[in-house]
């Protein structure tokens, strides 16, 4: 059987390239299963006062402490009740230092004109939604995410308690992403294999 070598080198190539991206997806995997852990573990840790930006990922949902001194402009995004209601999420800015945002808790009407002056604030510690594209992720140009504290109770009057920020809502997929890239590699070998075949088996025919 005769093998063309430069084709028989950019398959095997892109083979190995895929092979070598499972065995990276599996070890993402071991080390997003070590992150949720930890981001278990954080919310029974006693609060601390909210660290100036950036503040690591390794600290999202731990309980946190902080003083809005200055509220700013109130924005709103889908979200749900503490009893999985959906509504929309009422996000109040407090500028300062650090800056940071507050949940203020969930409207069912999106008219809903709450009121808050500010004062001292315990929740758990998440990233306010910036409204990035996913084109912006891919390519590193999403804005660094805002510090924001979800309160167990809501901190103005016409609003429900905000669903707490949960770990198992952050995905990890990477055994399905490696099972992927193996599949994509044997799938090119048996293409790549059955092309080899064909071609010869004409070659053969013609000779």
Not at 85 to 114: M, Q
Not at 188 to 196: C, K, N, S, T
Request: aromatic content about 6%; hydrophobic content about 45%.
């Amino acid at each position: 059987m005769r093998v063309p070598v430069l084709a028989t080198l950019v398959v095997a190539l892109a083979v190995v390239t895929m092979i070598g991206l499972g065995i990276w997806q599996l070890q993402r995997r071991d080390a997003k299963e070590a992150l949720l852990a930890s981001y278990a573990a954080n919310a029974d840790l006693p609060a601390i006062v909210l660290p100036r930006p950036p503040v690591p990922d390794t600290m999202l949902f731990r309980r946190m402490t902080a003083t809005c001194v200055a509220p700013g402009a109130i924005t709103r995004a889908a979200g749900r009740t503490a009893d999985g209601r959906s509504g929309y999420r009422l996000i109040a800015a407090c500028e300062g230092d650090p800056t940071f945002k507050v949940e203020l808790g969930v409207a069912g009407d999106p008219s809903v004109d709450a009121r808050w002056a500010g004062g001292p604030v315990t929740g758990l510690y998440t990233h306010a939604p910036d409204g990035a594209s996913l084109f912006e992720r891919l390519i590193g140009r999403a804005p660094p995410p805002t510090p924001m504290l979800v309160p167990d109770a809501p901190l103005a009057p016409g609003l429900a308690p905000s669903r707490r920020p949960d770990p198992s809502s952050i995905p990890n997929n990477h055994l399905a992403y490696a099972v992927q890239w193996f599949a994509f590699a044997i799938i090119a070998a048996v293409i790549y294999a059955l092309a080899l075949r064909r071609r010869n088996g004409v070659g053969r025919a013609q000779s």
